[in-house]
């Protein structure tokens, strides 16, 4: 079984930093992608950056030039720098999966369960 554990959420102030940590472990033969999605209150969940096994990234425009995804493929571990944060930044983060599942070498997708970010103006 395939699960994932995030952590490094918390409150900062606008203008500061924050950095997210979701390690994946199980029986994983290959991972296709990691990212982060977050979802603020009364809002749809969105993506925030997204990066593939090739290290191709994808971010939010609204994260664009303040957010770095980067990957530690001997860890399983994806993670998320947040600078120059700003108070619509505040939402839950999820991280997320998007792997081969090792014993039927079948697509799977994880989520975590989520940790709060908080930027206060």
């Known amino acids: 079984q395939v699960q994932l554990v995030e952590s490094g959420g918390g409150l900062v102030q606008a203008g500061g930093s924050l950095r997210l940590s979701c390690a994946a472990s199980?029986?994983?033969?290959?991972?296709?992608?990691m990212g982060w999605y977050r979802q603020a209150p009364g809002k749809q969940r969105e993506l925030v950056a997204v990066?593939?096994?090739?290290?191709?990234?994808n971010y939010a425009d609204s994260v664009k030039g303040r957010f770095t995804i980067s990957r530690d493929n001997a860890k399983n571990t994806v993670y998320l720098q947040m600078n120059s944060l700003k108070p619509e930044d505040t939402a839950v983060y999820y991280c997320n999966l998007d792997a081969l599942a090792l014993a039927t070498l079948r697509r799977v997708v994880i989520w975590g369960q989520g940790t709060q970010v908080t930027v206060s103006s």
């Open positions: 199980g029986s994983i033969f290959s991972i296709n992608a």
């Open positions: 990066i593939r096994s090739g290290t191709s990234t």
